[in-house]
């Protein structure tokens, strides 16, 4: 299951009655994400925040292009508060970034593109 109920400690320090357990989405699952945000985005490199991002990471690897002017893509499962997208954003130190997520739980920063936004 991918959402599952009850009272959670979230990455974020918040607490929630709900979690999104990423972890249990499959291979099969994870290579239709990275189908579909390569429709939308192209870019010369993919970062995964640790550690939501790393399994489609490895899943958005064929879909780089080797073209400097294209902008690396940081990814990562679930956003909360943003914060550790902007963290790898400045621990990378480029300015030519997009950020994906598969899931937005609160507002995303405005270089970050949510596939599924809560409202």
């Known amino acids: 299951m991918i959402f599952i109920t009850g009272k959670f400690k979230l990455h974020s320090g918040q607490t929630s009655n709900f979690k999104i357990e990423c972890d249990s989405l499959n291979g099969t ?6 189908e579909l945000i390569a429709e939308k985005v192209k870019f010369k490199k993919v ?6 991002g790393d399994r489609l990471e490895s899943f958005l690897l064929p879909y780089i292009i080797d073209d400097d002017t294209l902008p ?15 963290e790898m954003k400045k621990k990378i130190d480029e300015n030519n970034v997009i950020g994906v997520v598969l899931f937005a739980r609160g507002k ?7 596939i599924f936004t809560m409202w």
């Open 108 to 114: 995303c920063p405005k270089w970050v593109k949510p």
């Open 72 to 86: 690396i893509l940081i990814i990562d499962d679930v956003l909360i508060t943003g914060n550790s997208m902007e």
């Open 47 to 52: 970062i995964g925040v640790p550690k939501g």
């Open 29 to 34: 699952e994870l290579e239709l994400f990275a």
